[in-house]
């Protein structure tokens, strides 16, 4: 789960304190991606996010999707399979390093080319590990390599298109009944199967 949502909000890695690029879409789109992550089967994912309200949605292609409100700090799981929601992990403490991760240092790295778009490559670099990231001047990030304690992910984009994203698509579907999962039980829920 960690990774499921380090991947889904690879769009919002933190900006470098001097020349920062853009962190967050500066428009509506949605992204295709293909994620790797150690000791997992990869997996494609589709993020949406509505720039105005700074709200995302990641489709997996398992059945799952994750709800994401930045600005409320709050995520949640919902899993049409079971008509259900669960709300993810405390998410504050996420979306305190993306508005304030002063620790953070981006390295430029030159330029990179990636679902047909250009992009400028940054060496990241914090307490937590490093990572190399490839984002375009509208701040979509369109290639992602990262390691720390946990493990390593490689989130590559393999189509964008800046569409308009209604808001109603960021919201929990009407009739869907929380549901509460002992600890572990979420992840385990989600991990990709193979």
Known sequence: MKYLLTAALAAFVPALASA?????PSRDVVVDYT???????????????NATDQLARVDSSTGFY???????????IVLPALHAIVQAPDFSVLTKEIYHADDSRFSPLGTGYYAGLA??????????????????H??????????DAH??????ATSVS????????FAIPEGFAPLSLPR??????LQPRG
């Open 162 to 169: 800046f569409v308009s994203q209604p808001p109603g698509q």
């Open 184 to 189: 572990g039980a979420v992840q385990a829920l």
């Open 66 to 76: 994750v709800l994401v409100n930045l600005p409320a700090a709050q995520a949640e």
């Open 20 to 24: 920062a690029p853009a962190f967050l």
């Open 151 to 156: 493990g390593g992910a490689d989130v590559t």
């Open 138 to 147: 509208n701040g979509v990030i369109l290639h992602f390599v990262g390691q």
């Open 119 to 136: 992009c400028r490559k940054y060496l990241v670099t914090n307490q937590h590990g490093t990572a190399r990231a490839c984002i375009t």
């Open 35 to 49: 994620l790797a992550a150690t000791g997992q089967v990869p997996e494609n994912y589709q993020f949406s996010y």
